[in-house]
C-alpha cells in the first residue's frame, strides 16, 4: 500500500511522519518515499535542499511533493542573517564562518560556463536580500561605500542597495549597503544552498512537484554544453510535473530541464580545441550514444507556475526537456538585473525542443520571452501573452522545422527574430516587427519524425516560412523612441548574414529576397554555386497589414493599409491584464484560409509535415482563447467572434 507522509515545522525527524506524528524536514520524507507515495508538507519556512533519493514507476505510480492545501509551504535556499554591524552610513557587514555554508560557498563560486558574458569582472553565486528582493553585486567594497546606478538594470535606482563579499580561509565577510532600510527592522537573508529541489543523480523519474514557494537558490550558468543547473529541476530524467509554484530568485535558473553533466560540461572555456557550436554537436551525438530517447528523457509537465526574478532563465533545457508541455506559466522579470549576459537567457530557453508544446504562457517584463534554440522540430508554440520584452518576444534560431506559432499575441518593439526556415506563423497579432537572417555557416540537426534520432545535419539558408491570416499593426507609438536608438548589432550573431546596411525590416519585408512555391526555384538552379546562394520558397497569404508593416511580394487574399494606424495598448488592471485595439471593420474583410497539416506542405530540410505530436494530423481551429473558429470562415489574428471597433479584452490573469 502507498505511504503518506506529513511534514511540519513541529514535527521530528524520529516521529513516523503521520499526520499527527510529522517528520521535521522534508528530506526525511524525500530519503524514505517510494513510488505511489505522498508527501503532504504543512505551512512553514523549510531552509534545506530537497534531493530526491527515489522516484516513480510510471505516470499512475508517482511520487508526490505537495504543500498541504491552503497552506503557504516555502523551500528556501537562503538563511536568515542577523548579526548585521555597522561600518558607516548605511553599509553593514557581517562576518560568517566558513563552515556555515558546509561544502559549497556561494561567496567563493563563481558564474561561468559557455557563452557567459561576464562583463568583464567577476560574479559570485551569492545574493543578498532584503524582505525578499535581492540587491547588486559589486565589483569592489567601493562600489558598496560609493554606489552610483547601474543604468542598464530595470530597476536603476535600486541598484545602490549593493553588496560585497571577502572570502579568506575562514570566514566569509559580507558588506552590504542597505540604503533607507535598517537590517535590524527587516528580513536580511543570503543564499546558502545551489539547489531547492534537485535530485543528485541522474534518472530518479515520475516525481510531482505541487503547491511550493521555491527561492533563493545559487544554480551556476546553464548552457546547452554543461550540466544545466536550475533552483528546481528533474536532471534527466522522465515524467516530472511541476505545478501552481512560485519558483523566485534564482541566481541564474529557475526550472532546468535540461542536460546532466556526462555528455559534456564546459569544453569550450576549459579545454578550448573545438569552438561552441561543434562542442553542443558533440553533446547531442554523446547523448544519443548514451541512450537519450523518448523512452528515458523528458515528457515532463510544467504548468500554473509563477516564475519571476531570476537572472538567466524562467525554464531552460537542453535535451533533457524533449517531449514536454510548458503551459499556463506566469513569467516576468527574468533578467531584471541585466549585470551579466551571455547567450542563454530568456523566459523561457529551449534547445531541441522535439515536439514540445509551450501554450498560454504569459510572459513579460524578461529580456527575451521565448527563445528555440537549434532542432525546433514539431514544437508547437501557441495562445501565448508576450510584452515588454526588451530584445524580442520570439527567436527562433538556426532550426529547421517543421515548428508551428499561432494565437499569439507579441506587443514587444521586435516580435521575431528568425534565424531559421520551417516555421508557420498562423493567426498571431504582431504589433512590432520581425527580422530575418540566413546562416550559412552553422551546420545544425534535424531529427526523424517524433524521436531524438538525428537525421542529418544543415545550414539555414532561408526561406520556407509560411505567414497566414496574421495582423501585422507596424510600429506601434510607445516603441518609436525605442527604436530610434536601438542597436541592431546586439541581436545578431557573427556568423548571421544580415543586409549589408543593417536596417531593420518591417512586416516580411526581408522576405522578398525568397521565391514563392509558384516560380519553380529548384529547376532555376544549375551550379552548385547557385544553390550555395538559393533562397526556399515563402509560402504567404491573408494575412493583415497596417501603417508601416510590409506584405510580402505574392499574397493572395492579403489586405494593407498603410494608412491606418491602429494603437494596440497592454494595461494591468486589479482583475486582470487587458489588451485593447481598434481595427475598425478590416478583420471581416480579410478572406482567412483554414490552415491544416495538408495545407501547410513539407517543411523542406527534415521533409516532414506540421502534424502533432502522435503524428495525427493538425488542423489550427481554435483561437487564443481556445473557442473553437467557425469551419470555412475565421477571424484573422488571434481572436474569434470580435465585432467591429474598439476593444477591450481580458488577456491574462494577474
Known amino acids: 500500500m502507498a505511504n503518506h507522509f506529513h511534514v511540519s515545522p513541529n514535527g521530528c525527524d524520529t516521529y513516523s511522519g503521520t499526520e499527527t506524528r510529522p517528520f521535521k524536514t522534508i528530506q526525511k520524507a524525500a530519503g524514505l518515499a517510494m513510488a505511489g507515495d505522498t508527501i503532504t508538507v504543512h505551512e512553514g519556512i523549510y531552509r534545506e535542499y530537497v534531493n530526491p533519493i527515489n522516484g516513480g514507476t510510471g505516470e499512475n505510480e508517482r511520487i508526490t511533493y505537495e504543500a498541504a492545501p491552503g497552506e503557504k509551504v516555502v523551500i528556501s535556499g537562503g538563511e536568515v542573517i542577523t548579526d548585521w554591524n555597522k561600518v558607516e552610513g548605511s553599509v553593514y557587514k557581517t562576518v560568517i564562518p566558513n563552515s556555515f555554508f558546509g561544502d559549497f560557498n556561494p561567496y567563493k563560486e563563481v558564474v561561468w560556463g559557455d557563452w557567459f558574458k561576464s562583463l568583464e569582472r567577476i ?70 544552498r ?50 501552481y509554484n512560485e519558483i523566485s530568485n534564482a541566481k541564474n535558473s529557475g526550472i532546468s530541464l535540461g542536460k546532466e553533466i556526462a555528455t559534456g560540461h564546459n569544453e569550450w572555456v576549459l579545454v578550448g580545441t573545438k569552438q561552441g557550436t561543434q562542442r553542443e554537436r558533440d553533446v547531442i551525438m554523446n547523448a544519443l550514444h548514451m541512450g537519450w530517447s523518448k523512452e528515458t528523457i523528458g515528457s515532463h509537465i510544467v504548468r500554473n507556475n509563477v516564475i519571476h526574478d ?16 510548458i503551459y499556463n506559466n506566469h513569467i516576468y522579470n527574468i533578467h531584471h538585473k541585466r549585470m551579466f549576459n551571455g547567450a542563454e537567457v530568456g523566459g523561457i530557453k529551449l534547445h531541441a525542443s522535439l515536439d514540445c508544446q ?15 534554440d537549434w532542432q525546433t522540430q514539431g514544437t508547437r508554440i501557441s495562445g501565448n501573452l508576450l ?60 531529427h526523424y519524425a517524433h524521436e531524438t534520432g538525428v537525421h542529418g545535419f544543415m545550414t539555414i539558408i532561408g526561406g520556407d516560412d509560411r505567414y497566414y491570416n496574421n495582423i501585422f499593426t507596424g510600429t506601434q507609438p510607445e516603441n518609436v523612441e525605442k527604436e530610434k536608438n536601438i542597436d541592431t548589432s546586439s541581436w545578431l550573431h557573427a556568423d548571421a548574414n544580415l543586409l549589408e546596411d543593417g536596417s531593420v525590416p518591417k512586416g516580411l519585408a526581408l522576405y522578398n529576397e525568397c521565391p514563392t512555391d509558384e516560380e519553380n526555384w529548384f529547376e532555376k538552379l544549375h551550379t552548385v554555386d547557385e544553390f550555395a546562394d538559393a533562397r526556399l520558397p515563402m509560402h504567404c497569404g491573408s494575412n493583415l497589414y497596417f501603417n508601416d508593416a510590409e506584405p510580402y511580394r505574392k499574397e493572395p487574399g492579403t489586405l494593407v493599409f498603410p494608412d491606418e494606424k491602429p494603437v494596440v495598448k497592454i494595461s494591468e488592471e486589479e482583475d486582470g491584464v487587458y489588451l485593447e485595439f481598434d481595427f475598425g471593420n478590416r478583420l471581416s474583410q480579410v478572406e482567412t484560409v483554414t490552415i491544416t497539416t495538408d495545407f501547410l506542405g513539407i517543411a523542406f530540410e527534415p521533409e516532414l509535415p506540421y502534424e502533432r505530436p502522435d ?26 467572434g470580435l465585432c467591429d471597433g474598439a476593444q477591450k479584452i481580458k488577456v491574462a490573469k494577474r
Open 123 to 192: 560574479f559570485h553565486l551569492g545574493e543578498v536580500y532584503i524582505d525578499g528582493k535581492s540587491l547588486f553585486e559589486a565589483a569592489s567594497l567601493d562600489g558598496v561605500m560609493n554606489p552610483v546606478p547601474f543604468s542598464e538594470a530595470r530597476e536603476p535606482e535600486w541598484s545602490l542597495h549593493s553588496w560585497y563579499s571577502e572570502v579568506d580561509d575562514e570566514n566569509t565577510t559580507i558588506y552590504a549597503n542597505f540604503g533607507e532600510f535598517d537590517p535590524s527592522e527587516h528580513t536580511i537573508e543570503i543564499n546558502v
Open 194 to 243: 545551489k539547489f531547492c529541489f534537485w535530485p543528485e543523480k541522474t534518472g530518479v523519474n515520475y516525481i510531482t512537484v505541487r503547491g511550493f514557494h521555491l527561492t533563493m537558490a545559487a544554480p551556476n550558468w546553464a548552457p546547452p554544453t554543461a550540466l544545466q543547473e536550475g533552483l528546481i529541476g528533474p536532471h534527466w530524467s522522465k515524467g516530472w510535473i511541476i505545478e
Open 310 to 325: 531570476c537572472e538567466q532563465t524562467g525554464i531552460c533545457g537542453h535535451l533533457g526537456e524533449v517531449f514536454s508541455q
Open 358 to 372: 509551450i501554450r498560454n504562457n504569459h510572459i513579460h517584463n524578461c529580456d527575451r520571452g521565448l527563445w528555440m
Open 387 to 446: 510584452y515588454d520584452n526588451d530584445t524580442e518576444d520570439l527567436f527562433v534560431e538556426v532550426s529547421h522545422g517543421p515548428y508551428v506559432v499561432d494565437n499569439n499575441i507579441m506587443l514587444s518593439m521586435k516580435n521575431v527574430r528568425d534565424l531559421s526556415q520551417g516555421g508557420a506563423y498562423v493567426n498571431n497579432l504582431f504589433a512590432g516587427f520581425i527580422s530575418w537572417a540566413r546562416v550559412t555557416n552553422r551546420f545544425t540537426p534535424y
Open 615 to 640: 503524428g495525427t494530423p493538425l488542423c489550427i481551429e481554435s483561437d487564443f482563447f481556445g473557442n473553437v473558429r467557425p469551419a470555412g470562415k475565421m477571424t484573422v489574428g488571434p481572436f474569434e
